[in-house]
Every structure is written in C-alpha cells, then in structure tokens.
C-alpha cells in the first residue's frame, strides 16, 4: 500500500482479504495467560474438576466474562484433559445348571 500508494479497500480488494479481516487485533496474550494461570490452579486443588466445573466457577463465582471455546482451547493447550474412566462391569454371578 506504501509503495504503490492504494488505498485500504482497494489493496484487500487485489488480494482477496476483507477489511475487517485486514484490521483485526487479536486478543492480548496477558489475558491468555491470566486464564492459563486459573485453570492450573483449580486443576491442582480440585484434581477431580474437569473443564465444566472449572468453566462455571470461574464464570459463575469469579465473574469472568471469558467465552467457554477461548478457555476450553487453552485448557487442551495445557493438556489439562481428565481421562474418561471406563465404567466398570458388575462381575456376573453363574447359575447352577441342575437346578
């Protein structure tokens, strides 16, 4: 745009690229940090809270407005995952056949 001298809507035009996309900021990385740092230590003093409970604690008693995708994408970045237990199987008792 400096060296030829166009103007905003008629360089995106060339490439293909919205303006709005052209003047899109993304969100700070201290805020990413901030939740990064509160899910680490929910994880730490509440081992059994998978992403649920830690979501609506921070949105229902902290007051964070965070989206849930924002906080559940840095909460898999942080392999912070629990894994699914499998349900375990009543041992099944075996009839007598003579009766």
């Known amino acids: 745009m400096e060296e030829r001298g166009l103007s905003i809507r008629l360089a995106c035009e060339a490439f293909g690229l919205s ?3 052209y003047r899109y900021e993304p969100k700070l990385d ?3 940090t901030k939740i990064a740092d509160w899910l680490v230590r929910l994880t730490d003093n509440h081992r059994n809270w998978g992403f649920g409970l830690c979501f609506l604690f921070l949105r229902n008693v902290r007051g964070y ?3 849930h995708q924002r906080v559940f994408r840095i909460y ?3 392999e912070l995952n629990l894994r699914i237990k499998p349900k375990k199987r009543m041992a099944r008792t075996t009839r007598d056949s003579t009766l």
Do not use: K, P, R, T
């Open 19 to 21: 303006q709005s996309g």
């Open 76 to 78: 898999c970045q942080l």
């Open 65 to 67: 407005g965070w989206n």
């Open 30 to 32: 201290a805020e990413n």
